[in-house]
């Protein structure tokens, strides 16, 4: 089961959704199954990556259990502030969680610093004393970058993001999940890479499948390069989002810290 926190009249209310993976079979830590929790917003909960992510393990012969904490517009701040992550923090004996910022903030020093930073350091702090590893979720730019801060591009705002999180992350001594080079990776090779919802901002199927790709490389690193699992993609467009996961993650593990 997948526990998604949903905004509304300022509260939080928790929504079953299923996944085709069997999760965990006790409330207990085991080395045949992985709990990881996503905290993060509307990139995190568009599409349900964490559902997808939990498909595509299970399709590479992997139990995993997944929760996810993601209103729309949170920033790690939020998270932080919340009576909410404590109580799922100590729901369940989670072995990752995943820390998504908001999708701007980690591209401006200013906003990394008052923001981002202080959040981080505390959430991470709280994460380890719950015996779970934390992972960075190094989002992707805007299709249009950020023109109002000085980042004409999508490349430009990209580079910006990766800085934000490498600084924090290496600070921390926390792993990362490389889903921006990833998805910089897939614009490179592709004159369609098909990421983005018309809003230029938030992922289509295909962003999302890419960002499941490479959590999955990241925890079991492992290729998932022929999984089945394509969620709903064509046979040849999951193939392809599988190998820019493969080859962002596994090609240098150490880049991106030790899980």
């Known amino acids: 089961m997948?526990?998604?926190a949903a905004a509304g009249l300022g509260a939080f209310r928790l929504l079953a959704h299923g996944s085709d993976n069997p999760g965990c079979l006790s409330q207990q830590r085991a080395s045949d199954c992985t709990r990881v929790l996503f905290l993060g917003n509307s990139y995190t909960s568009v599409n349900d990556l964490p559902v997808m992510f939990a498909n595509l393990?299970?399709?590479g012969g992997h139990r995993v259990e997944t929760g996810m904490q993601a209103p729309g517009g949170w920033g790690l701040s939020d998270?932080?502030?919340?009576?909410d992550t404590p109580t799922e923090l100590a729901s369940k004996p989670w072995d990752i969680v995943v820390l998504q910022e908001q999708s701007q903030i980690p591209s401006v020093e200013s906003l990394r610093q008052s923001q981002m930073y202080p959040a981080a350091r505390d959430l991470v702090a709280v994460i380890r004393t719950a015996g779970a590893k934390p992972v960075f979720f190094v989002t992707w730019a805007r299709q249009g970058g950020w023109p109002e801060y000085r980042m004409p591009d999508y490349a430009s705002m990209q580079s910006?993001?990766?800085d934000g999180y490498s600084f924090i992350a290496h600070e921390l001594q926390a792993a990362v999940a490389?889903?921006?080079?990833?998805?910089m990776a897939r614009v490179t090779e592709s004159l369609d890479p098909d990421l983005w919802q018309d809003d230029g901002s938030h992922p289509s199927i295909a962003g999302t499948y890419l960002a499941a790709c490479v959590f999955y490389a990241r925890i079991f690193a492992q290729s998932p390069v022929g999984l089945k699992y394509n969620a709903g993609l064509s046979s040849?467009?999951?193939a392809q989002l599988q190998q820019v996961a493969f080859t962002t993650v596994l090609t240098d593990p150490s880049m991106w810290g030790t899980l």
């Open 79 to 83: 998270h932080e502030l919340s009576q």
């Open 57 to 59: 393990a299970w399709s």
């Open 236 to 238: 040849q467009a999951a």
């Open 2 to 4: 997948v526990l998604v």
């Open 160 to 162: 910006s993001i990766d």
């Open 178 to 183: 490389p889903v921006g080079y990833a998805w």
